[in-house]
Each structure stands twice: as C-alpha cells, then as structure tokens.
C-alpha cells in the first residue's frame, strides 16, 4: 500500500498495524497559544484528548465480547469524564467556554480502526491495542502541557495527579495486550 504523511504528523498507515507515534507532537493550539497564553490553551488541547479518549473507550465498550474487559473500559469512560470535568471547572472559572469537542487525529483514528474492523475480526487482542495506542497519544498531551510553562500553578496539580493516573492505565493496558 503506497501512501503519504502528512507534515510533521505520522498518520501514514502502511498494512493493518497502528500508526507510530511523532517524535514532535506540537499543540495544535500553538498559534493561539502564543498570542494570548494564560495557560487554557494548552488545556484546551488537553481535553480534546481526554475527549478522545473518552470516546476510544466507549468504542471499547461497544465492540469488546469480554464482560470484564466492557467493565473496565467502562470504568475508564467514566474516569475520562471525571477528567475532562475537572479540567472545563477550570475553564469556565477563567471565563473560558468549556471543550467538548475531539482532536481531527482521533477522528482519523477511530474511522481506520473501524475500517480496519471490516478487513479483520475485532478481536480483544485488537482492541487493547487501539487502547494502548490511544492512552500513549493521551500520555503524551498531558506531558506538553506540563512543559508548558503558562500552565497556571493552580490546576497543575490536578493535570499532574490525572498524567499519573493515566500513565497506571497505560501500564495496565499493555500487561493485558501481552497477556491476550
């Protein structure tokens, strides 16, 4: 299969294995950032993550035949809402509209993981994997956001406890795709 990245972007997709993650993730919010960057920039970047990741799992939930596995992914839907709740409080009290909406990337990512679901069976062991790769894209927003330095002191804090917590899910995903 022939196909081109885009720039500074590795959403070129060769066969039926996941893309591989960008050395340089840029905010895709960085003009605005720099011309009025109070620290909710790189927040709302960050939530277009949490949402994308709370519609991976909820995507989970819906093609995983595992009881236990849709209860978990269940537990981490409601656990990115909890984030992402947290994180529009903070917003709206800077007078900021709260973010709902999801990054272009997860998008892309969702409709190949679906068309990648018509080409092969869904499997736990495919899904995990989509899970994994999500949670490394949502791993690494959070960690640009604490490299941003006009994050305010004040929601520090709760963006350092959820980069943690996420980094315990990604641990647990990966056990469980080397187990399947």
């Known amino acids: 299969m022939h196909c081109q990245p885009f720039p500074r ?5 060769t066969g039926l294995t996941r893309p591989p993650l960008s050395d340089s993730f840029p905010l895709l919010l960085n003009a605005m950032a720099t011309e009025n960057n109070d620290g909710t920039a790189s927040l709302q970047e960050l939530l277009l993550f949490v949402n994308d990741r709370i519609e991976g799992y909820k995507k989970a939930v819906e093609e995983s035949k595992d009881h236990e596995m849709q209860g978990y992914y269940k537990q981490l839907v409601s656990q990115s809402q909890q984030f992402a709740n947290e994180l529009n409080a903070y917003l709206r009290k800077q007078g900021e509209d709260p973010e709902t909406g999801t ?29 994994v790769y999500g ?22 804090p709760a963006v350092e406890r959820q ?16 187990s399947t």
């Open 163 to 178: 980069f943690h917590i996420s980094e315990k899910t990604y641990k647990k995903l990966k056990k469980l795709e080397h």
């Open 103 to 131: 990054t272009l990337k997860g998008k892309l990512y969702r409709g190949w993981t679906d068309a990648k679901a018509l080409l092969t069976a869904t499997d736990e062991k495919a899904i995990l994997s989509s899970n």
């Open 9 to 13: 972007a590795a959403v070129c997709y």
């Open 135 to 156: 949670e490394e894209w949502a791993l690494k927003a959070y960690q640009d956001a604490l490299d941003d330095h006009h994050l305010p002191a004040s929601i520090r």
